[in-house]
C-alpha cells in the first residue's frame, strides 16, 4: 500500500526509536522516596566562627530528587535540592549571598546519617523517614492566585503584582515554601499564621475542601491576598 520506499522509511523510524529508547537513562531510584524528620547537631567551625543552633530538619525525596529545609527560631536557612542514588547516598546544595550550603550523608534502613557545611561550620545530622501525617491539614498546597487588593496603598506607594504565589508544605502545623518565601504555624483548627519576606505578617484559614485564604500587608502599605489549594495524594 505504502510502496516499497514507504516501507523502508518506517522501518528506518522504528529501528531510530527503538536506538533512542535503548539509549535513554533509566528511570531514577524511587526506593528512599519519602519525608524524613530529624536534628542537626552544632559544632564549633574550623576557624573561630560559633556557628548557630539549628531546631529541626527535614528532607523530601521524590523520585530521587532530594528538598532539605533546616528550621531555626529566629529565621530558617535556604533550602537546598540535590540527589540521592541507589547506594542511598545524598548529596544536596546550595550558593547563597555570603557562604556555599552543602548537605551530604547516607540513607540505611529509612535513617539518614550526615553533616551539614555552610562556610566554616558544620552540624551532624541524622533524620529518619517520618510517620504519617497526624495534623488534619498536613500535605503539600499549589498555589492558585494572588495579587494586592488595591494598586496603590494609602501611602500613595504603587502596589506590584505578586503572581501566584510558591507552592506550601505543612507538616506536623509548621509552613514552609521551597523558595523561604513562607514560614509559619497553622493551628488544628486551620488558622494559619506566616511571615512572608516582602510582608511583615500574613494570617490565613484553611476550608474544608482544602483550600488555603490569606491576607497580608507589606512594609509600604500595600494589602495583598493570596490562595493555595491541597494537592491529592
Not at 516501507?7 to 524524613?36: E, M, N, R
Not at 548529596?91 to 552543602?102: E, I, R, V
Not at 504519617?132 to 494572588?146: E, K, Q, R
Request: hydrophobic content about 35%; charged content about 10%; some cysteine.
Amino acid at each position: 500500500m505504502f510502496g516499497r520506499g514507504g516501507i523502508l522509511i518506517t522501518i528506518a523510524a522504528c529501528a531510530l526509536a527503538v536506538s533512542a529508547a535503548a539509549q535513554a537513562p533509566a528511570p531514577t531510584t524511587t526506593a528512599f522516596d519519602g519525608k524524613y524528620v530529624g536534628t542537626a547537631t552544632v559544632g564549633r567551625g574550623r576557624a573561630t566562627t560559633t556557628c548557630w543552633a539549628i531546631d529541626s530538619m527535614n528532607m523530601t525525596i521524590t523520585g530521587g530528587q532530594v528538598v532539605i529545609h533546616a528550621i531555626r527560631s529566629n529565621g530558617n536557612e535556604p533550602t537546598l535540592r540535590g540527589s540521592v542514588n541507589t547506594a542511598g547516598e545524598v548529596s544536596a546544595s546550595l550558593q547563597g549571598s555570603k557562604y556555599f550550603h552543602s548537605m551530604s550523608g547516607t540513607i540505611h534502613d529509612k535513617v539518614f546519617t550526615g553533616q551539614r557545611l555552610v562556610g566554616q561550620c558544620y552540624w551532624s545530622v541524622q533524620m529518619q523517614i517520618a510517620p504519617p501525617p497526624t495534623m488534619p491539614f498536613d500535605g503539600d498546597y499549589i498555589g492558585i492566585s494572588g495579587g494586592p487588593s488595591k494598586t496603590t496603598s494609602a501611602t500613595g506607594a504603587q502596589c506590584g503584582q505578586s503572581g501566584v504565589p510558591d507552592a506550601l508544605t505543612i507538616w506536623n502545623g509548621i509552613v514552609q515554601s521551597d523558595y523561604d518565601h513562607w514560614r509559619g504555624t497553622v493551628s488544628p483548627q486551620g488558622v494559619l499564621v506566616m511571615q512572608h519576606r516582602g510582608a511583615t505578617r500574613a494570617d490565613g484559614q484553611i476550608d474544608g475542601q482544602g483550600t488555603i485564604r490569606a491576607q497580608g500587608r507589606n512594609s509600604a502599605g500595600c494589602a495583598y491576598t493570596w490562595s493555595w489549594r491541597k494537592q491529592s495524594g
